[in-house]
């Protein structure tokens, strides 16, 4: 696997925490059924999508 990937998957996965942190966050301001924390969690699992799909690809 080449440095530039692992960098990169390393990133995202930063991201992710981040996102997650957010949507915690924001669920707790304004509830967890606020369209706010909705957003929240769907970018999170949009972006957890996406980092499994490099993941395969990786490995494939």
Do not use: C, P
Not at 7 to 30: C, P, V
Not at 40 to 53: G, M, N, P, R, W
């Amino acid at each position: 696997m080449e440095t530039a990937t692992i960098l990169i998957l390393k990133e995202i996965k930063e991201y992710i925490e981040f996102l997650r942190n957010h949507m915690i966050s924001t669920g707790a301001e304004f509830g967890f059924h606020h369209e706010r924390t909705i957003k929240a969690s769907q970018e999170l699992d949009y972006v957890i999508y996406k980092y499994q799909v490099i993941q395969r690809r990786i490995l494939a």
